[in-house]
């Protein structure tokens, strides 16, 4: 059993930057495509960006890309988002996950192991 604890997340403008880390319980999580996605009030999750175990893929949904960086330290079992140029939509509450593998890992279905949310908000 994996466990996930997000942090970072707090009140930030419009245009500004956050960083939103995950960091799990045990050394397993250097194995694991590890992905992000997000949650609004009254909306379904919807997937935001996920790392494979090595670093050498990356996956971005559209609204995201070029704004949001994906990256891994294994030394440290923490995986982080770097969000630039912030948006009132991006408010929502993140979450990280584990465990899916390179079929299933844009899909929440796919993974196994999920962090308990960190929220995000964005004033305009």
Do not use: H
């Amino acid at each position: 059993q994996v466990q996930l604890v997000e942090s970072g997340g707090g009140l930030v403008q419009a245009g500004g930057s956050l960083r939103v880390s995950c960091t799990a319980s045990e050394r397993t999580l250097q194995y694991l495509f590890v992905g992000w996605f997000r949650q609004a009030p009254g909306k379904e999750r919807e997937f935001v960006s996920v790392i494979s175990p090595s670093a050498a893929r990356t996956d971005y949904t559209d609204s995201v890309k070029g704004r949001f960086t994906i990256s891994r330290d294994n030394a440290k079992n923490t995986v982080y988002l770097q969000m630039n140029s912030l948006e009132p939509e991006d408010t929502p509450v993140y979450y990280c996950a584990a465990g899916a593998d390179s079929y299933s890992r844009l899909r929440e279905d796919g993974y196994l192991y999920w962090g308990q949310g960190t929220q995000v908000t964005v004033s305009s």
